[in-house]
């Protein structure tokens, strides 16, 4: 038994019922949706606000009589029962989208509120499998109709803040404002998803939703908090689903495809990169998202030892990314970051795991080039930290050094897991130099700046 939930209390007080009305009404609800062996009485309602939580589907019915009620939606989280249930429920891809709203409300919320279950989630690599089928599906069978894209002035509000996020992380990293645009996310777009109104207006808040929620897994994956991450992305992909936009259910997939190779998982993101490549094929204006799911295509066969396939992987994204006319507006905003300076890094990292250092030092160099020119510190820290090792590989240590002093210097730049890997990966590569003072110099700086 857990502490007394003042939360269930106080809706409780509030509708003027007693004890052994919300038990009836829990039991006839029971019966209505075919669980009649839920037989709640006093008691049963006595244990719930002394802290107990009941077994599923009490919370969700709970959730409907109160929220049938008041005539606004109540969800498990409001009626502090969502202990055991939420981590699940954010990792499912549920057909029903009113059930989707409020999986992501309910994410949201404990996010905002670092909730225990959330902060210690663990990614899952078999929670992407389902989804990307499902999504896949439902996106080959939709009919186009780009008329159904209303732009009125919440949803325009909406990616005008997307835009704003989007800029932080790629300046700043995911950890900079993740926090901030989980409270604006919750407070400002997932209400939206409530409220009543035409179909057409719906898909495009569905649109911008997915677009924000997507935003916070990658701020969160970029933050290294990938249980997080995983449960945004897969919100984030029904969503895209909602939306008929099926080119963004490919970017998130793209971004789960990351997140998988990234933890040890490179088969089951080579398997997410072909689905979203599969769900493009209906979507002939989407170059630059291509060119990012061959890339990470390519990471993942990498990974695998697949070294003709990855070979071949860059060269199907360098394709495709060579018809993205630069300042074209046929490319949606959430696809600015796939550029010279991303996609060099990423191919940088596959000739690395290849083992071709000079060509990984070739597309570093590419990459670390745009990377300045843009001031964009996290991609510049990533890509410096490949030509260093790349450089190791050629036994130049002095040269090692001096790219990895620059690592260090934008990793402090920026709030990013994925930098901070990159410089504890420099480190280990640097090991079987043994004691040399270069070595001791570098590990030394990188001691400050970890601690740091």
């Known amino acids: 038994m857990g502490s007394p939930n003042a939360q269930l209390t106080d809706w409780l007080s509030r509708t003027g019922w007693s004890r052994g009305e919300l038990a009836r009404r829990v039991k006839a609800k029971a019966a209505d949706l075919g669980h009649p062996h839920i037989t709640s009485d006093t008691s049963s309602v006595r244990r719930w606000l002394e802290g107990q939580t009941p077994r599923q589907p009490v919370p969700e019915i709970l959730a409907d009589l109160f929220s049938a009620h008041f005539g606004f939606r109540v969800t498990t989280y409001d009626l502090g029962l969502e202990a055991g249930s939420a981590p699940d429920r954010s990792l499912v891809y549920n057909p029903s989208y009113g059930a989707t709203v409020e999986a992501v409300a309910e994410l949201g919320r404990a996010d905002v509120d670092r909730r225990t279950f959330l902060t210690g989630s663990t990614f899952a ?103 997080t991450a995983q449960r945004y992305l897969i919100q984030s992909l029904r969503l895209a689903e909602e939306s008929g936009n099926p080119a963004l259910g490919a970017h998130v997939l793209a971004g789960m495809a990351d997140q998988a190779t990234l933890l040890g998982h490179p088969d089951e993101g080579r398997r997410l990169a072909q689905a979203g490549r599969a769900g493009l094929s209906r979507t002939p204006e989407s170059n630059a998202c291509l060119a990012d799911l061959w890339t990470l295509e390519g990471r993942a066969l990498a990974k695998l030892g697949d070294k003709q396939g990855a070979r071949n992987a860059v060269t199907q994204a360098e394709t495709a990314y060579a018809k993205v006319a630069p300042g074209a507006d046929d490319e949606a905003e959430w696809a600015l970051f796939i550029d010279p300076a991303y996609l060099n890094g990423e191919h940088a990292q596959t000739f690395q795991d290849i083992d071709e250092p000079e060509t990984a030092a070739l597309y570093a160099r590419r990459s670390i080039d745009a990377a300045r ?80």
């Not at 900079?176 to 495009?204: F, M, Q």
């Open 125 to 227: 690599v078999a929670a992407a499998v389902g989804p990307s089928r499902d999504w896949l599906l439902s996106t080959l069978d939709q009919q186009s109709d780009p008329s159904r894209r209303v732009h009125l002035e919440d949803v325009a509000a909406v990616r005008s803040m997307f835009g704003a996020f989007q800029e932080m992380d790629i300046f700043q990293g995911g950890g900079a404002g993740r926090t901030a645009l989980a409270s604006y996310t919750n407070e400002h777009v997932y209400p939206l998803l409530r409220r009543t109104y035409t179909e057409d207006v719906r898909r495009a808040l569905a649109e911008a939703a997915a677009e924000q929620t997507y935003l916070l897994g990658w701020m969160s994956y970029d933050n290294g908090e990938h249980g």
């Open 373 to 452: 020119a843009q001031k964009r510190a996290r991609r510049g820290a990533m890509s410096q930290a490949a030509l260093a090792v790349s450089h190791l590989k050629r036994r130049d240590l002095e040269a090692a050094h001096a790219a990895g002093l620059r690592t260090l210097s934008l990793t402090s730049q920026v709030q990013s897991s994925r930098a901070v890997d990159a410089v504890q990966n420099l480190k280990r590569q640097m090991t079987p130099f043994g004691k040399h003072p270069l070595v001791a110099d570098f590990s030394e700086r990188a001691r400050q700046l970890l601690a740091a």
